[in-house]
Each structure stands twice: as structure tokens, then as C-alpha cells.
């Protein structure tokens, strides 16, 4: 007996296409999974088991536990990999550009979109943007975030400003902090299971992709892999899955049906299970036998599974819809469906047949009691039956059954999830709203995403040559506070990262954020932070006297008293309370005290013996001095100055009187053109360069009259993807180093 089947619509509610209600659910897939990956979505409100070819969408989390790793694939042909113990909320995904939010971990970013797309990954202490094809990783550390870039460039942004990062460059910014960029260091394991990754993807294109239309090709690997393309004389060519079928295998038969935005979605358990199941069509041939018929061009619509749907007193049943045949589903899904939610069916009538109902085990039946259970039983029923009481006019399901979802129907698998397992307190505890509205989507690339009311400012970057791996070392960075001073500051995560953030193998160690310091105040004498007092009143003077002032020395430890009642004024001290130049004993009457200069390298004091103060000389940053007076010159002679050679640990002391004025020091004291021997009086110092590569440092004094002798640093030894040194590229995925 033919089965066929019609609805007559009576009343049509909506003329033009609408959107379907799960749409949305193809923009992004799970790919590929190691260990125990979890997912949480709105509808099930709650942690489950991912599973592989499962849909994910807005306001879903992903969760990787120790010893477990997950790829996700999107439409536009991205790949995201998150490493173990590391937390991704999707915060928004439309047809070509998509937004996310890292809350701790790891995440490699393959970007593959097309021009004028873009993919935004938020952490809490950044937000990084990619506008063209580029590969990247973010790796979230306890205050800070460090930004890797394989390929192509990002741009990154924090409440101080913004900055771009080009390919074979490293920067670790926090929220308020400057930026710190180095040249990459040997690569990880974590990029090399990367590039492993990379390499499989690339690597399984065996030219199925011209058989596909252009918004489709980004599958085209999973096809070639798993499958071969046979031309059929009444599609064209179509696509024969060899991988994870057997003599009885039927399309839609291996996996379940999971509730997903208001509508069940197949899940398929093949490998390859996600565009042949939610594009096209299915058809049987007597010579390749099952065979999935790519949409033509114009005509790609994602569905949650393109099946013609029975139901029973007894059964749910399912087939394969054949090309030409139309789709019933809850959304639009084409010229070739129906939208029921904008239509009331009034009428079933028979007109036309559904052709894989006629071939042997194209018919899944299952036990209606346990479709939206974690296990349903498949029903082993006969062809003849199926055609003469299943599949019948009454019995007709316009879109998928009305069956009420329960608790199982959110998860392929209703295995619980170990309360070991599970993500830490603060991952648990996100808010996706309050995500949402802290860190608004931002697609214009000269608007800023943590302050939309004001232009991103540029971020003050320091520049390191010594090469780095991501999360092994940590950035030295200097709290700036927010350079938006007349918009809105931008907070951090609504989530505390977890203390354990990122597998025991990797130093995730805390960065040194250093801010700056006021100066001492005389009346009342505020205390440096921790509460240390460096000059306080000891003894109570007579009447009409001032009190002596003792000056503590921080490195001896010891407290020393002057006899007079004069009362020392205390210098400004730099940040974090060192004090360089301080009285240890009072002049006489009408004379200045004589100050002591603290060689910071050798932990002693030196003092002069004439009673003219020596004026302190400026420091640089972290209170390293490279000219100090050593010793006392002679009234009226100028003290003979020694300079330090920081690396080789001595001090070399010039003989002529004349001091030599320390030469400006870089951020973090590195130092790269120092005065290294005093010359002649009319001769200029030599200039040392140093080699930051290298342990030695090159250089020679200067013959009178000339100028000084400048080493420059060796290219690819001082930035860029020069430091990564001459290896070649990977040949499968250009700017992505092989491994080392």
C-alpha cells in the first residue's frame, strides 16, 4: 500500500519567512571531545555530559575538567579548542561572526571567517578581536591574560587602552595594567596538540568541497574522511558515508533526539554526523545504497533534522526525507518546508508519497514510552507493517511529536555528572545576563568594547626581547588605574577565576604589578604601605626644643640617633619605601647633615667624612642606582663617582674628579647603553650595548673626539617572529610554526 501524505492549510498566519525558533542551533557545533565534557544550556538549566555533533547556541557553557579538551566548529569554518580546566560561556553567534567570554583556562582560536566577519573572545581582564583570518590563544592566568598570536593579528583592549598584536607576538595585560609584548618561545604541549589538530583538518580535504555549495564547504573535511562522492544520474553528486555504518545502518538512526531551543534536534553519533543530518536530503540507490544529497546553492537551511515524523498509541517512527520532499518543522527552513507555528493545520489528506518509507530499514521505530527518556528502544517492526498501520493518514505527525521533554531529553547522555567533575563554585555561579551586558558585542573595529562611549586610547606596551611561552613566565606589569576617566569603567567578571586554573604542568605564576608611589608628607608623617615607619620622633625634647628624629636604616635594621635637637627633613621616598640617601647623623649647629648613599648591589653604606651633603642622584625604576658616590672628595673637589656594570656584578671606579651622570635605565632595569669607563676629561664615556641573547656585553670606549660605539641587538633577537628563530612554517596551516 503507497503511503502519502498532505496537509491543507486553512489559515496562513504569516506570510513571510520567520525565523525558525532553533535556527540558531546551526551556527556552532561540538566537533570533537577528549574526557569529560560539560555543557550547560538555558533549557536544562543545569551541568550534563556533552556529546559529540551536539548543537550549541546563546547562553550555553562549556566546561573542560582536568585530563579533558574539546573543539568546537562553527559555520563560517572557526575552530575553538579549549584545553583542560577552562570555562567558555557563548555570549552571541549570528550567520558569519560570533562573540565568547573565557572565564579561566585556555583557548586556541583558528580563525577561518570570511571578510567582514568578526570573533570576539572577552576574558576578565580583556577583549581581544579578530577582524580577518588569523589564528590565536588566549590563556587566562590569576590577574592577568596573556594574548598569542600564531597568524594575522588581534587587536586586544583593557580599561587603559588598546593595542594590536601581530603574528609571533606574545602580550600579558591586565585590567587596569600596561601591556607587556615579547617575541614567542618554544611552543607548549597544548600548542602542539594544536597544530596536531590543525594538520587533521587540513590534511583530510580530498576535493569534495567543489561538490558543495559555498556555505557548506567548511564541512567538507569530515565528508572526505569519512565518506567518498559518487556521481547519481538523478542528483548529480552526492556523498556515500563508509565510516560508522554497518548492513542494517539507516540515516537518523544512530543517536537521539535532544529538546533544544522549543524543538527535538538529532544528535548524531558518527563522526561526521552533523551536516548530512541538518542539510539536504537523503535517497537510496541500488548501487551505492544510502547516499546524502548536498541543497543546492540559495537553498542552505540548517534543521534541527530533516525527517517526515508518525506517531502511535504505541510508537514514534521517523524516515529520511527524500530531495524534493518538504520539511514540517517549528521555523523556516526554506522553500521546500512549512512553518507550523505561523499556520493552522486543519486537514490531512494524502497526495504524495514518502519514498524511503519503501526501503528496507529506512523506518526507525521506537517505543513512544521511552522517546524522551536517555535510552529509547528502537522496535524492530516489519516492512509491511510499518506501511500498512504506521505509517497511515491518522497517524500523520505535522513536526516532530508533541511529547512533553523531561529532564533526560536536555542531554544525550543522562549519566550525572561526579561532584568532582563538575566546574568549579565560580564557574557555576555565572550570570550570562550580567556577561551579556558588561561586555557588549562590539563589530565596529574603532569602537571600544569595555568603554562604547569613548575611543579606545593606545595602551602603553613595553617591549621585552627575551622570548616567552604563554603562562610559563610571568609579565612584570604596572597598575595604571583607568585611563577613561570620563566614561564608565569597564569591571572585571562577574566570576572569581578558580585558584587551580590551568594543569599542574604550567607555572601560572603572579605577575609583578607595581604602582607608584607618593611622596612623605612631614606633618603627620604617613606610613608606607605595611605600616613601616622610617622617621619617627623618639625622645621628647625640653621645652622649646624640637625632638631628635631617628631615621631607620631598611637594611640594617638598626636605628640610629643624632644628638642635636634639629629635626631631619625626610626625603621623598620612591615607591614601596626604599630610601637611598638618608642622614644617619646630625652636622653641627648652622651645618648640613652628612648623608649616607646606600649601594643597593653590595648591602653596605658608605659614608663621607667632609660635612657637605651629597645630593642624591635620581633613580630609575625598582631603585636601581649605576652612579653612586663611593667616596668623600676633598672640600671644594667633586667625590669620584662608581659606576656598576650590572653584568658582571663589580663596580669600576673611575680616577679624574669628575662624576658622570647615570644614564636613563629601561622599564624592568633592563639596560641597553650605559656608560661603562670614564674617559679622559675631554674624551665621552664608551657606550655599552648589551646583547640580550647573550651573557656578554659588546662594546669599547670611545677615542677623543669621537662618538661612542652603538652594538646593535641582532635581528630576530629583539622582537617579532624573528625570536621564533628560522624554522619554517607549517605546510598544512601557513603562520602556525611546526613543532619543536
Known amino acids: 500500500m503507497k503511503t502519502i501524505v498532505s496537509v491543507l492549510i486553512a489559515t496562513l498566519l504569516l506570510i513571510a519567512p520567520a525565523y525558525a525558533f532553533s535556527a540558531g542551533l546551526g551556527y556552532m557545533r561540538i566537533s570533537y571531545l577528549e574526557g569529560d565534557v560539560q555543557i550547560k544550556t538555558p533549557e536544562a538549566g543545569d551541568w550534563g555530559f556533552a556529546s559529540i555533533n551536539g548543537p550549541l547556541a546563546e547562553g550555553d557553557q562549556v566546561w573542560t575538567p582536568q585530563g579533558s579538551r574539546a573543539e568546537l566548529q562553527l559555520n563560517n569554518g572557526t575552530y575553538i579548542r579549549l584545553d583542560e580546566n577552562s570555562a567558555l560561556q557563548v555570549l552571541s553567534t549570528d550567520r558569519d561572526s560570533s562573540q565568547f567570554y573565557l572565564s579561566q583556562g585556555g583557548a586556541y582560536i583558528y580563525y577561518e571567517a570570511p571578510r567582514g566577519s568578526i570573533v570576539q573572545i572577552d576574558t576578565p581582564d580583556t577583549s581581544v578581536r579578530a577582524f580577518n583570518r588569523s589564528i590565536f590563544r588566549l590563556d587566562k592566568a590569576d590577574s592577568y591574560t596573556g594574548v598569542t598570536v600564531y597568524k594575522g593579528y588581534v587587536k586586544a583592549e583593557n580599561n587603559v587602552g588598546a593595542t594590536r598584536i601581530n603574528a609571533g607576538q606574545l602580550l600579558s595585560l591586565g585590567l587596569d595594567t600596561n601591556g607587556e609584548i615579547a617575541p614567542l ?16 583538518v587540513m590534511a583530510r580535504g580530498g576535493g569534495g568541497s567543489r561538490y558543495l555549495p559555498a556555505d557548506l564547504r567548511s564541512y567538507s573535511a569530515d565528508l572526505d574522511a569519512n ?122 489528506n494524502i497526495n504524495y508519497v514518502y519514498k524511503n518509507v519503501n526501503i528496507n530499514n529506512g523506518v526507525t521505530v521506537i517505543n513512544r514510552n521511552s522517546f524522551n527518556t536517555a535510552s529509547p528502544t528502537i522496535v524492530n517492526v516489519n516492512r509491511n507493517v510499518i506501511q500498512q498501520k504506521i505509517f497511515v493518514k491518522n ?55 569595555l568603554n562604547p562611549a569613548v575611543k579606545a586610547q593606545p595602551l602603553k606596551v613595553t617591549t621585552v626581547s627575551q ?232 662594546g669599547g670606549p670611545a677615542l677623543q673626539g669621537e662618538k661612542p660605539h652603538i652594538q646593535p641587538g641582532e635581528k630576530g633577537e629583539h622582537g617579532g617572529a624573528g625570536a621564533r628563530g628560522e624554522k619554517k612554517p607549517d605546510e598544512a596551516v601557513e603562520g602556525v610554526r611546526k613543532g619543536q
Open 227 to 348: 565518506g567518498r562522492w559518487f556521481q547519481v544520474p538523478e542528483y548529480g553528486y552526492c556523498w556515500v558515508p563508509t565510516v560508522a555504518v554497518g548492513a542494517d545502518w539507516a540515516p537518523y538512526r544512530n543517536g537521539r533526539w535532544i529538546w533544544r531551543g522549543g524543538d527535538y534536534v538529532w544528535v548524531g553519533s558518527e563522526p561526521w554526523g552533523w551536516a548530512p543530518y541538518h542539510y539536504g536530503r537523503w535517497s537510496f540507490s541500488a548501487s551505492f545504497g544510502w547516499c546524502w544529497v548536498p541543497p543546492a546553492t540559495g537553498d542552505v537551511y540548517w534543521s534541527p533534522g530533516y525527517v517526515g515524523w508518525v506517531r502511535t498509541p504505541d510508537y514514534v517512527a521517523w524516515v529520511p526525507l527524500a530531495p524534493g520532499e518538504r520539511y514540517y518543522g517549528r521555523g523556516y527552513y526554506g522553500p521546500n518546508s512549512v512553518n507550523i507555528t505561523n499556520v493552522s493545520v486543519t486537514q490531512v
Open 185 to 200: 618561545g618554544p611552543s607548549d604541549e597544548w600548542e602542539e596538540w594544536n597544530n596536531a589538530r590543525n594538520r587533521s
Open 395 to 449: 497517524n500523520i505527525s505535522v513536526g516532530a511529536p508533541d511529547i512533553r521533554p523531561s529532564k533526560a531529553s536536555y542531554f544525550v547522555s543522562a549519566r550525572p555528572v561526579p561532584p568532582a567533575k563538575l566546574p568549579p563554585q565560580p564557574v557555576r555561579n555565572v550570570r550570562m545576563g550580567e556577561l551579556r551586558q558588561s561586555r557588549p558585542f562590539i563589530k565596529e573595529a574603532d569602537k571600544s568594547v
Open 467 to 698: 622570548p616567552r611561552t604563554p603562562v610559563r613566565q610571568s609579565p612584570n606589569l604596572r597598575d595604571m588605574g583607568p585611563a577613561y576617566k570620563g566614561g564608565t569603567k569597564a569591571q572585571g567578571a562577574p566570576v572569581a577565576a578558580s585558584e587551580k586554573q590551568r594543569p599542574p604542568t604550567f607555572d601560572r605564576g603572579k605577575p609583578n604589578i607595581q604602582g607608584s608611589g607618593q611622596p612623605v608628607a612631614v606633618k603627620p608623617q604617613p606610613q608606607p604601605f605595611g605600616g613601616r615607619q622610617y622617621g619617627t620622633p623618639t625622645v621628647p625634647a625640653a621645652v622649646g626644643q624640637k625632638p631628635v628624629v631617628q631615621t631607620q636604616d631598611r637594611r640594617m635594621g638598626g636605628v640610629q640617633a643624632g644628638a642635636q635637637p634639629q629635626v631631619v627633613k625626610l626625603q621623598p621616598q620612591p615607591f614601596g619605601g626604599r630610601q637611598f640617601s638618608t642622614p644617619t647623623a646630625p652636622g653641627a649647629v648652622g651645618q648640613k647633615p652628612v648623608m649616607q648613599t646606600q649601594d643597593r648591589r653590595m648591602g653596605g653604606v658608605q659614608a663621607g667624612a667632609q660635612p657637605q651633603a651629597v645630593k642624591p642622584q635620581p633613580q630609575p625604576f625598582g631603585g636601581r642606582q649605576f652612579g653612586t658616590p663611593a667616596a668623600s672628595a676633598a672640600v671644594g673637589q667633586k667625590p669620584v663617582v662608581q659606576t656598576q656594570a650590572r653584568r658582571m656584578g663589580g663596580v669600576q671606579a673611575g680616577a679624574q674628579p669628575q662624576a658622570v651622570k647615570p644614564q636613563p635605565q629601561a622599564f624592568g632595569g633592563r639596560q641597553f647603553g650605559t656608560p661603562a669607563t670614564l674617559g679622559a676629561l675631554v674624551q665621552k664615556p664608551a657606550i655599552q650595548t648589551q646583547d640580550k641573547g647573550k651573557a656578554g656585553i659588546q
